[in-house]
């Protein structure tokens, strides 16, 4: 049998087995391809599908990320059997006391599940770290994924969305994109980073196998206790630490870690500043 013949093996029962008895009613879908597996869930929730679920595809064609920019999983490798990309959102009704830094909480969740611990600085061994406040980078200055989280009201289908407020109950749907073998760089300064520098066992199976079960429990423990459990773990692998940064309204300064909310603190020519939601570049040393 061809490769391009070889279905992929996804740990689908094995994850539904971890994954269901912490939220009822949970499923597991994998589909050879859609636009987005966020704008999916999204859908789904509109029309008043809230069952905790995780969907998972093995092309994405018209994915996105932050700020509306677009995210495509790599044809580079397709006809071959193999998926280069990990591409899949999760699900779920949440009522966080507070919903700030949910996206970098998730963040961390991730990392520390592909990398536990993080090797020694100057060992030669890639490391995992985040980019405040929703993106996964090797510490080379490379990209190696993102995540985009997104929620719907779970009010009647068609009500106006509310603003998220503390306490409130909402679906979460909560997408992760991660290169797992190395891509075609058109058009890009910097090549992307993928997994299999950090771990040449990796596939794009094994490594949501990694990621979605601690990647629950983080969502659950967030619920309860918000961003603060995740601060320190945020502080080990944060990117910009001490890092030149520029603001989307052109104020420079130097990153200094994130607060208990997942405020970005930034010192400026006029004092500290906190950024709750902007774009952030590193300024080139």
Known sequence: MSPAATPVRWPAEALWEAIAPLLPGFTVEVLPSIDSTNSELMR???????????????????????????????AT????????????SLGLPLAPHDWSGLSLAVGVSVAQALQPVLPPEGSGHPRILL????DLWLQDGRKLGGILVETAT?????????????GQSRYVVVGIGLNVLPVLAD??????ACLREVDTTLTAASALQRIAPPLVHALLGFAEHGFAPFQ???AQRDL??????TLSDGTQGTAHG???????????ARGMQPVTSAEISVRPQ
């Open 44 to 74: 789904r929730a509109r029309d008043g599908r809230l069952e905790p679920t995780l969907l998972v595809t093995e092309e994405q064609t018209a994915g996105r990320g932050r700020l509306g920019r677009d995210w495509h999983s790599a």
């Open 77 to 88: 490798y397709r006809d071959t059997g193999v998926v280069p990309a990990l591409t899949f």
């Open 131 to 134: 980019k405040w406040p929703n």
């Open 154 to 166: 779970l009010t009647a289908p068609g009500a106006a969305v509310p603003p998220l407020v503390a």
């Open 187 to 192: 058009g890009l300064r910097t090549p992307p």
């Open 232 to 234: 320190a773990r945020f």
């Open 240 to 245: 910009l630490a001490g890092r030149a940064v």
């Open 258 to 268: 994130v607060t208990e909310d997942g405020t970005l603190l930034v010192h400026t």
